[in-house]
Nanobody, 121 residues
Framework: QVQLVESGGGLVQAGGSLRLSCAAS?????MGWFRQTPGKERQLVAI????????YYANAVKGRFTISRNNDEKRLYLQMNSLKPEDTAVYYC?????????????????WGQGTQVTVSS
């Protein structure tokens, strides 16, 4: 069992930046960031392979967000720049049991508790 703990969320003005961090209690393989707003389904934001070589971004965040990881420190990051009010959501870190990119939420076995990101206009 792997425990995931997100941090780094908060309130920021539009155009600002935040860096989310996810600490894992053990070794993780492919990982990802997802987000959810009230009344809507959780959506994929960015995913990364075990080695960090391969990444994928949702169109809504491409060019503004960067996913990265440090396997030695067992940490996953999401650098969010040029934030927009529509980025407001609870952001979740997730880990899969496969080394390759995983696009479906059902492929992720472990989830964090989420961290709130609020972008004011």
């Amino acid at each position: 069992q792997v425990q995931l703990v997100e941090s780094g969320g908060g309130l920021v003005q539009a155009g600002g930046s935040l860096r989310l961090s996810c600490a894992a209690s053990g070794t993780t393989l492919a990982m990802g960031w997802f987000r959810q707003t009230p009344g809507k389904e959780r959506q994929l934001v960015a995913i990364i392979s075990w080695t960090g070589t391969n990444t994928y971004y949702a169109n809504a965040v491409k060019g503004r967000f960067t996913i990265s990881r440090n396997n030695d420190e067992k940490r996953l990051y999401l650098q969010m720049n040029s934030l927009k009010p529509e980025d407001t959501a609870v952001y979740y870190c997730a880990a899969a049991r496969d080394v390759n990119l995983k696009y479906s939420q059902t492929d992720y076995s472990y989830w964090g508790q989420g961290t709130q990101v609020t972008v004011s206009s």
